[in-house]
Every structure is written in structure tokens, then in C-alpha cells.
């Protein structure tokens, strides 16, 4: 199975701050990376797929990069809105994998 | 808009069975492949089975193969878990979830808690 790893675990973090999350998967998995955004409570949503597209209605200051095992998800002006947990998943094999868990809370 | 409608869950006791249901309503889930994942209460989420969206194909994680079995009813737009042998460490919050290409998430429901305990 491909293991994937997230860092850190917890971010405090200000309003319009930078903020970057990385994922690191156990092998490679080209730009099969996926990342969702959850609040508590609800269900995760898919914000970015491919490593790098953004998912419809996902707004622009949310951005991921990366190939191979080497991910990253950035937030370029930290919104209200965007206090939350994320997880990278990768789908470039079964059984489908999702990291740890990043949650982004108010400094 | 699409909405997914999970339901079924509850408590039951270990060893017994559920069937958890799925329902699409606005667009066809049979345009979709489909999943099902699970958040425990330690929070990491997990997949659990996939279904291709002609239902040719289905994938399990290992740690349901043989007890959970994933289905699709394309007449009814609905997507179903059925769950049998049921285990403590079954008890999470269950996600079904569209995949439009190529195992990833996009659309998912509310989720349905299923308690497994004596």
C-alpha cells in the first residue's frame, strides 16, 4: 500500500497568512494527488485533483504543486472560511490512500 | 444541484449486518464510478470499496474483503454498502462519494454513523 504522509499535523496560523501544507507519498505517484478541505461535522470536499487543477468553485488562492512524492497544497491569503482540516489522497493505486490530516487553526 | 443522501446506519450489534443505501438525486449516478469511505472516531478517513460506473468492476480495501459488498441499483439512482460480520472497528462515519475519472472524491454525501458495539 502507498502511504502517505502529511505535515505538520497542526498549523496555527494568522488571517492573510501564506500557509503551506506537504504531503509525501511512500513511492511515487506522478500527479495522481488529491486534496480535500473538511470541516467539523461535515464531509470533505475536493479542492484541488491532478496535483495542480483546481476543482470548480474552488477559489484561486488555493494552489497545489508537486510530481513524484513530493506534494504541496498552498493557501496564499488565509480567509475566515478556510480555519479547516485537509487531506491529500492518492489515487494512482488501489487501496486508495489519504494522509493524516493538517489542521489549519487560528494562532 | 446533485445531492447524495446516505442512510442506514445505527447501532448493531457485533457480528450482525447493515446495508447502508446512497441516494443521487439531481444528476444520474450511473454517469460515475462510486465509493464508499469511512472516518472513525479518531478522524483519518478511509476508503473502503469502489464500484465502476457500469458496475463491471468492484475494489475493496483489504480490511472489508469478504464482509462488505458494494452494489448499484442505476433504476433507483441509489448506491448501496451492504456490511455483514460487523466489527467494533467497523464503527465510523460512512461517506459515499462520486468519482468522475480515475479515484478521486468529488461529490459526497452527508454520511451515516454506524455504531458497532454489545
Known amino acids: 500500500d502507498i502511504q502517505m504522509t502529511q505535515s505538520p499535523s497542526s498549523l496555527p496560523a494568522s488571517l492573510g497568512d501564506r500557509v503551506t501544507i506537504t504531503c509525501r507519498a511512500s513511492?511515487?505517484?506522478?500527479?495522481?494527488l488529491n486534496w480535500y478541505q473538511q470541516k467539523p461535522g461535515k464531509a470533505p470536499k475536493l479542492l484541488i485533483y491532478?496535483?495542480?487543477n483546481l476543482h470548480s468553485g474552488v477559489p484561486s488562492r488555493f494552489s497545489g504543486s508537486g510530481s513524484g512524492s513530493d506534494f504541496t497544497l498552498t493557501i496564499s491569503s488565509l480567509q475566515p472560511e478556510d480555519f479547516a482540516t485537509y487531506y491529500c489522497?492518492?489515487?494512482?493505486?488501489?487501496?486508495?490512500?489519504f494522509g493524516g490530516g493538517t489542521r489549519v487553526e487560528i494562532k | 444541484q446533485g445531492q447524495l443522501v446516505e442512510s442506514g446506519g445505527g447501532v448493531v450489534q457485533p457480528g450482525r449486518s447493515l446495508r447502508l443505501s446512497c441516494a443521487a438525486s439531481g444528476f444520474n449516478l450511473n454517469n460515475y464510478a462510486a465509493h464508499w469511505l469511512r472516518q472513525g472516531p479518531g478522524g483519518g478517513l478511509d476508503w473502503v470499496a469502489a464500484?465502476?460506473?457500469?458496475?463491471?468492476?468492484?475494489y475493496y480495501a483489504d480490511s472489508v474483503k469478504g464482509r462488505f459488498y458494494i452494489s448499484r441499483d442505476d433504476s433507483k439512482n441509489t448506491l448501496f454498502l451492504q456490511m455483514n460480520s460487523l466489527r467494533p472497528e467497523d464503527t465510523a462515519v460512512y461517506y459515499c462519494?462520486?468519482?468522475?475519472?480515475?479515484?478521486?472524491?468529488?461529490?459526497w454525501g452527508q454520511g451515516a454513523l454506524v455504531i458497532v458495539s454489545s
Open positions: 489522497q492518492q489515487s494512482y493505486d488501489k487501496p486508495l490512500t
Open positions: 491532478g496535483a495542480f
Open positions: 464500484i465502476e460506473h457500469d458496475a463491471e468492476n468492484e
Open positions: 513511492q511515487s505517484i506522478d500527479t495522481y
Open positions: 462519494a462520486t468519482d468522475p475519472l480515475n479515484d478521486l472524491f468529488e461529490y
